[in-house]
């Protein structure tokens, strides 16, 4: 499911501040994580992948981090996430997304109010995954509204 970007609605990147973790369940393989929807999420949330070693177009095909040529046209996603235009992510309601690599499956789903992902991997692979997490959210007491 692709999300179509229009030029001239989206919204460059900032490259500041983090996303709040609400909560997190982990079994040997299989973690779930609940973020706040905030709009810094989703160039973090592509650098993760990137980091993972999610680089061609087809593996990050759903995903919606564009560059725009001066022509006014859609490049594609950038190797620099943060120099990229996205949609709001206000818009992303009630949507899934999975990218897959061997070994690797991450499922994202945008509610409302809050992001889930839940990420199915190799159990040796745990710890650099709470490592690239770190670098753009920050673990918060769940306050409910």
Known sequence: MAVSLKVGKEIK??????VKIYGVSKTENKSIWTFEKKQIFLPSFLNFLIKLGFKSEDELKYFFG?????EGGVISY???PFKCKYVNIDKLK????????KKLE???FFGYEK???IIRNDIKDSNK???LISEFAIFVENKSK
């Open 78 to 80: 950038s190797e620099d």
């Open 115 to 117: 992001i889930i992902v």
């Open 13 to 18: 990147a900032k490259s500041k501040g983090k």
């Open 106 to 108: 991450i499922e994202i």
């Open 66 to 70: 564009f560059k725009l040529s001066k």
């Open 94 to 101: 009630d949507k899934v997304f999975i990218f897959e690599k």
């Open 129 to 131: 995954i709470w490592k």
